[in-house]
């Protein structure tokens, strides 16, 4: 094939605009490789959520391709798409509907051409990875909101897709819940899954997502490693985002005279850094 | 006399063993900004419909204790007459916007407690210059983009002039930078009117540095209620599982005295202007 | 997509002459017209009582919503034609199709141009309690929202494998589960909220109640009404007394 097959996704000058002609997306031009994770951000209506309904053809372009391992999307059904991209969505309200957690596993897992015998065993594996157990015969409807969007995640990730899509999955979620999600990327990643994000969690792909697509108007306004994008204040600010504090933190001790080196990027830097400057000083002082 | 004062308060929600508010002693004094913080589901939103009467007249369930507004009881008293002591803007913009367009959105919560339409224009002019949505008032509400929906919620709960203003996850659905302007919005009318700010928050490093007090939740109890500095000096305030600011956490890790660790950037830069490396 | 076809019915602000017509002027304009379509079976009069309703539809600047409403009625038409062609005649399927195109015509310019909240004053008008007023113009604030919510419900359910098409009637009634349960438990949720957002601005206070939008019934809307009027007792005369020329009929 003559397509770039380096790129496991591949947007070429994609647009899109919705049938009542509100331009979403304009020359859209964007790939992305095997095994990445990269955060989509930008203010609300940019195109965000736009770009992520094409992956699996929820949407399909206006004009321009794209290509998902060389192929067009277009050539394939969402059914098809869908086995290979696990688009797990903000609201987990807007898709569990059965009487019991097992049921919803089972429901996601009908789709795929499997056994009897393999469903049953997918369901425990993925009820045991995600600690639901107990509450395999509960209604979905009754699970606290932190626990019903880890089933959403779960009936997304029994399918075992190569590309996860994340909408907002750190939203109104406490420490825990964070923490939760961030382990759980870490072990996907480490599986070679592909992993996208849209958020507007600007602490945490600056934390965790070594690279970023930020989007103004419909457009791609910059691609690149997070460290340089989210530290430059022209980008940050035409993308409704703000400065990380860690960033913001380094610049303030430049100001009082401080020498902060350049490798001083994540929070763990700055703590390892700072702790040289308090533990001399101790010392000195005694 | 306080705003809102809780005397051993307890509630379950009808058809629940559990309850979403254990034995809540809590008063809310005038002319104050302040968090509310917990885990999700510690029972942040329940305590919040306990302030204007939702709990127990809304949403009804066994309570047990009293909670009174200005002396009067919220079991009791009419929501809509509390609802000029006590206005609640809730988490989802969209919901609270309900009629077609902004100067009949703020109009709204006026027409219903009888205001004569020459006072509700004076008000409005006074709340859209406030809340800076002038130009937004012969919009319809889908017309407006999250940040401005919520600017119009807040003008619609402003324009009863209640003495406390609750924001339930204000910023929850907007960007970074609108978030901060939200924050820095209310903080300004807080001053301006003298009025109470409650706010409900993931995201404590847009407002931390701004409060007065802090009140943190878990399991349906508060553990602390105390002024901002005696809050984060407590250990309570560590060992609670919600997202602490980025410069707490930092400095957290440096093992320094509990009370010198900073929460803000300006503080952050003080205290490292104190030390004078140099 | 299916729901698009409500947009047809989503108000819009605009100011043109028809958008500033008193509601009540609207209703009466809706009902006479439908009226006058159901009067008729010939497709004569009919087509005449259509292409009388396009320049209201140009003045209101509604072409293009109307447009996609009568489109999004295409599926519609092609089964009455069908069954009516069938069972009856070409000529009574061609008047039936007419009919409907009348009637959809005039409520979706109804629906176009009043504001919900001044449908409701002019329920209000009309000796409604303002409760039920209330209620129907909130309803139709949420038409859109909901849409939009059903929308993210199918994409979210394609997205794990859901698919529309299944054989045999059980099925298909079973296959609506995963759509319509999410709909439902997220539209009581979403009124939960609509409803302590209104008590918490005090809906129902006991106060008497003002209103700070009023409308008025001025001499455009009384030239409208004489106009509906007249044309409704000229149809009328009409219909009593036929022209052969208007039982033209399509020759089969």
């Known amino acids: 094939m003559l397509n770039d097959m380096n790129s496991l996704i591949h947007f070429q000058d994609v647009n899109f605009s919705y049938p009542n002609g509100t331009i979403a997306l304009m020359e859209i031009n964007l790939k992305i490789n095997r095994g990445e994770t990269i955060a989509i951000m930008g203010q609300n209506g940019a195109g965000k959520t736009t770009l992520i309904r094409m992956l699996n053809g929820l949407l399909r372009p206006t004009s321009g391709r794209v290509l998902i391992e060389g192929e067009d999307i277009n050539t394939s059904s969402i059914g098809s798409l869908s086995k290979k991209i696990g688009i797990i969505f903000q609201n987990p309200m807007h898709q569990l509907f059965s009487n019991t957690v097992e049921e919803e596993i089972k429901f996601s897992l009908k789709s795929l051409d499997l056994s009897k015998e393999e469903v049953e065993q997918k369901t425990i594996s993925i009820l045991n990875e995600y600690r639901f157990e107990k509450y395999a015969s509960h209604s979905p409807m009754n699970l606290s909101g932190g626990e019903s969007k880890k089933l959403a995640i779960a009936s997304i990730m029994c399918r075992d897709p190569d590309i996860l899509v994340f909408d907002e999955p750190t939203l109104g979620q406490d420490a825990n819940e964070i923490k939760f999600f961030l382990d759980m990327l870490k072990k996907e990643s480490k599986k070679e899954k592909t992993i996208i994000m849209v958020t507007h969690n600007v602490e945490f792909a600056f934390e965790h997502v070594p690279r970023v697509v930020l989007m103004t108007n419909g457009r791609i306004l910059a691609d690149g490693p997070t460290d340089r994008l989210l530290t430059n204040q022209t980008l940050v600010s035409r993308s409704s985002l703000i400065l990380p504090n860690v960033y913001k933190l380094k610049l303030g001790l430049k100001t009082i005279g401080w020498e902060v080196p350049d490798n001083i990027i994540k929070k763990a830097d700055m703590v390892k850094f700072l702790s040289n400057y308090f533990e001399k000083e101790k010392s000195e002082v005694n | 006399m306080s705003l809102v004062k809780f005397h051993n308060f307890y509630f379950r929600y009808k058809g629940n063993k559990i309850y979403a508010l254990n034995d809540i002693k809590l008063s809310i004094e005038k002319d104050k900004f302040i968090l509310l913080a917990g885990e999700t589901g510690s029972g942040k939103t329940s305590l919040i419909r306990c302030m204007n009467g939702l709990i127990p007249q809304f949403y009804t369930g066994h309570y047990k204790g009293i909670v009174e507004v200005k002396g009067r009881e919220t079991t009791t008293t009419p929501i809509a007459s509390l609802s000029s002591e006590v206005g609640i803007v809730f988490q989802n913009p969209e919901n609270q916007l309900i009629t077609m367009n902004v100067e009949h959105e703020l109009a709204f919560g006026l027409e219903n407690l009888g205001i004569s339409p020459k006072l509700i224009k004076e008000r409005i002019q006074e709340v859209v210059e406030l809340t800076e949505i002038t130009h937004l008032l012969s919009k319809a509400p889908f017309e407006l983009s999250g940040g401005e929906q919520q600017r119009v919620a807040i003008a619609s709960i402003l324009i009863l002039e209640p003495k406390l203003i609750i924001l339930d996850e204000p910023t929850a659905s907007l960007d970074p930078l609108y978030a901060q302007k939200i924050i820095n919005l209310l903080k300004k009318i807080q001053e301006e009117k003298k009025v109470t700010v409650l706010i409900s928050e993931h995201r404590l490093d847009l407002l931390i540095s701004l409060v007065d007090e802090i009140i943190l939740m878990k399991e349906g109890s508060i553990l602390i209620h105390d002024s901002t500095n005696n809050v984060l000096e407590s250990e309570v305030f560590d060992n609670l599982n919600i997202n602490k600011p980025v410069i707490y956490s930092i400095f957290k890790q440096l093992n320094l005295d509990q009370k010198s660790i900073p929460i803000s950037l300006e503080q952050a830069l003080k205290r490292c202007a104190h030390k004078n490396v140099k | ?252």
Not at chain 3, 8 to 32: E, G, M, S, Y
Not at chain 3, 40 to 55: G, K
Not at chain 3, 85 to 101: D, E, G, K, Q, Y
């Open chain 3, 1 to 252: 997509m299916s729901l698009q076809f409500l947009n047809a019915f989503r108000f819009l602000k605009k100011n043109t002459i028809i958008h500033n017509l008193d509601p009540r002027a609207k209703l009466l304009f809706a009902i006479i017209y439908t009226i006058n379509a159901l009067m008729f079976n010939e497709i004569v009069p009919l087509f005449i009582l259509f292409i009388s309703l396009i320049p209201l539809i140009l003045l209101g600047r509604l072409f293009k919503s109307w447009f996609k409403s009568l489109r999004g009625m295409s599926f519609l038409f092609i089964i009455i034609i069908l069954l009516n062609t069938l069972f009856i005649s070409l000529n009574f399927a061609m008047a039936m199709v007419l009919r409907i195109s009348i009637m959809l015509s005039a409520f979706s310019v109804f629906f176009l141009t009043v504001d919900p909240n001044d449908l409701a004053l002019s329920l209000i008008s009309m000796k409604v309690p303002y409760e039920f007023a209330f209620s129907f113009s909130l309803a139709f604030r949420f038409v859109p929202t909901i849409a939009i919510e059903a929308q993210n419900i199918m994409d979210a359910q394609q997205s794990r494998g859901y698919e529309m098409q299944q054989k045999g009637i059980i099925n298909q009634v079973k296959n609506l589960f995963p759509l319509i349960v999410p709909l439902i438990v997220s539209s009581i949720k979403r009124a939960f909220n609509v409803a302590e957002a209104l008590e918490s601005r005090a809906f129902g206070s006991e106060k008497k109640r003002t209103f700070y939008f009023t409308i008025k019934y001025t001499v455009k809307d009384w030239i409208f009404t004489c106009y509906l009027l007249a044309l409704l007792s000229i149809l009328i005369i009409i219909r009593i007394n036929l022209p052969i020329w208007l039982k033209w009929s399509i020759p089969v």
